[in-house]
């Protein structure tokens, strides 16, 4: 993988880590605006309510997220180092993207975050976009 996608991915993980900060900091009121202003944006059924149990679900999620930036982030290092023999990680790597990615968007629809949709798309665009683009997908007969 070359220095552009490496860096793509890096840039990736922290904004997958920027994203559960601002999830976790709906555990508090007085750091809640950024994830209440989301949600808003995102314009779900019912009105907007941040309390108890809501709070509790973004702490968790938000830890949860920055959690699996830094797994991701140490996958795709390690992937990067073994070079050609990374492949099934990159597979693995992909596999949870796609994973989250239907997941998600299946229960935002359901949920009628249907707009979450269009944000979780770019994202996993995001993540494709350099495992297709760098051949880190190709197996390792097929390369030159």
């Known amino acids: 993988m070359n220095g552009f996608w490496r860096k ?3 840039a990736w993980c922290a904004a ?3 994203f559960g900060v601002v999830l976790a900091a709906g555990a508090s009121a007085a750091t809640s605006g950024p994830v209440a202003a989301l949600l808003d944006l995102l314009n779900g059924p019912e009105p907007l309510v941040i309390e108890g149990p809501m709070r509790f679900a973004l702490a968790v999620l ?3 997220t920055i ?3 830094v797994t991701l982030a140490a996958a795709i290092d390690g992937a990067v180092r073994l070079g ?3 492949r099934p990680i990159w597979m693995m790597i992909l596999a949870s993207g796609l994973l989250w990615y239907v997941i998600d968007s ?4 359901a949920t009628g975050f249907g707009l979450n949709v269009i944000p979780n798309t770019l994202f996993i665009a995001g ?3 350099p495992l297709a683009a760098s051949g880190v997908l ?3 007969q097929a390369l030159p």
Do not use: F, K, N
């Open 106 to 109: 299946a229960l935002s629809v």
């Open 67 to 69: 959690g699996w930036s």
């Open 138 to 140: 190709t197996p390792r």
């Open 84 to 86: 050609r023999d990374g």
């Open 16 to 18: 997958v880590g920027v």
């Open 62 to 64: 938000g830890a949860v």
């Open 127 to 129: 993540l494709i976009a």
């Open 8 to 10: 793509w991915l890096t």
